[in-house]
Structures are given as structure tokens and as C-alpha cells.
């Protein structure tokens, strides 16, 4: 159990569009879902905390302009980079906790990989 | 300020030998949680464990075991007798903030087995 699932796995965009990645928890529900940035060779940062059918928080200096966060569903929640351009390549990783449960354990995706050339 | 410290950036060790992996962590909250993730190659994060701050007891699991200590606030993790499928970024991370429930993770450390 604890499946979580993103898609697209690899995207390639010309920079000045934009690309949409999804979230989904497939066997449990999930009220809450995170999104995190990792640049190569470095840690996960923490961008934004997804909450089901409420705004997302955003963490200082993320931009909430450019990172759209949609949590429609409690299975389902998208990150979007708008306008995107070369410094937002990166690996994008999403996170998922199961409802209810306040200090649960994050459950990971297996990321996504944007490149804007 | 919730920090995690994992000072090894970089471990390589020759397979069948027996590897540490140091996290050391700071928070002022008195309930907390504290994980660890590899993360392979491929990029995709694999749960290991989770401790809650009222259990010091150390947990083994085939040929991972890990040491929690809050008088030195420290969650070292050790592989025994690695394998070269044991290669991986290995985060360590922490979790606090009570409903918020974020996760910090480390800078994490490579471990490189030879064969």
C-alpha cells in the first residue's frame, strides 16, 4: 500500500510555456501533499504544502505566481510551472500523507523531471 | 530552527563491510518524528523507517539497524555487511510542526559500494 504515482516521469519544454505535473495517491486518500525541488546533488527543498480543496501554502521564497498548486481531489493533486525557463529545470518530487493522520509518514512519488530549454 | 545535519557527503566502502551513516538533528519540539529515505539512481525516494521522539529503542531490520539518541540528538543508521545494490543517496529527515506535519531532510549522503 502507499502507492504514489506522477506523471509525467520526463518533460521537455521550450522555454516561455507551460507544463503540468501530476500527483496521485492510488490506494489511500491523501489530504495533504507536498511538493519538493531537488537540484542535482543536493537535498529536497520543500516548496509547498498542497491541502484538499483549500489554497496551497507556500514556502518562503517559492513563487506561488509561477508554481500554480490545485488539490482537487484527495487522490489528486498538480503542480504547475508557468513560464517556465532554464533555471526551473529540476526534479520535481512530490509527496503524499494519508488523511487523518497528522504525523504520518510521507509517501513519495517518483518524481519528475522538467528541462526547459 | 528545525535543522537536520548529515556531515558524510560522500561514503565509499567495498562490499561485505559495515557502514555508518550520521544524522544529527535539532529541534525544540517535544514530539517529532525522525525518517530515513534512499533514494537509488532512478530518483525515487524509499521509505526506510520512522521513529517518534518518545521511542529511544533501536530497531534492526535484516541488515539495517538504526541508533536513536536524544541525549545527543543524533539517528545514526548502519548497513551491515553492504551490497553494491546498497549504492543510493541516503537522506535523513525530520518531521515537525504539529498539524503541518513538514518534513526537513538533510543534504544527504552517497554511498558508493564496490564490488
Known amino acids: 500500500g502507499a502507492v504514489v504515482s506522477q506523471h509525467p516521469s520526463w518533460v521537455i519544454c521550450k522555454s516561455g510555456t507551460s507544463v503540468k505535473i501530476e500527483c496521485r495517491s492510488l490506494?489511500?486518500?491523501?489530504?495533504?501533499m507536498f511538493w519538493y525541488r531537488q537540484f542535482p546533488k543536493q537535498s529536497l527543498m520543500l516548496m509547498a504544502t498542497s491541502n484538499e480543496g483549500s489554497k496551497a501554502t507556500y514556502e518562503q521564497g517559492v513563487e506561488k505566481d509561477k508554481f500554480l498548486i490545485n488539490h482537487a481531489s484527495l487522490t489528486l493533486s498538480t503542480l504547475t510551472v508557468t513560464s517556465a525557463h532554464p533555471e526551473d529545470s529540476s526534479f520535481y518530487i512530490c509527496?503524499?500523507?494519508?488523511?487523518?493522520?497528522?504525523?504520518?509518514?510521507?509517501?513519495f512519488g517518483p518524481g519528475t523531471r522538467l528541462l526547459v530549454l | 530552527a528545525q535543522k537536520v545535519t548529515q556531515a558524510q557527503t560522500e561514503i565509499s566502502v567495498v562490499e561485505k563491510e559495515d557502514v555508518t551513516l550520521d544524522c544529527v538533528y535539532e529541534t525544540r519540539d517535544t514530539t517529532y518524528y525522525l525518517f530515513w529515505y534512499k533514494q537509488p539512481p532512478s530518483g525515487e525516494l524509499v521509505f526506510l523507517i520512522r521513529r517518534n521522539s518518545f521511542d529511544e529503542q533501536n530497531e534492526i531490520s535484516g541488515r539495517y539497524s538504526w541508533n536513536f539518541q536524544k541525549s545527543t540528538s543524533s539517528f545514526n543508521f548502519t548497513i551491515t555487511a553492504s551490497q553494491v545494490v546498497d549504492s543510493a543517496v541516503y537522506f535523513c529527515a525530520l518531521a515537525y510542526g504539529g498539524a503541518t506535519n513538514k518534513l526537513i531532510f538533510g543534504t544527504g549522503t552517497l554511498l558508493a559500494v564496490q564490488p
Open positions: 490506494d489511500f486518500q491523501a489530504t495533504t
Open positions: 509527496s503524499a500523507r494519508r488523511s487523518g493522520r497528522v504525523l504520518e509518514t510521507q509517501y
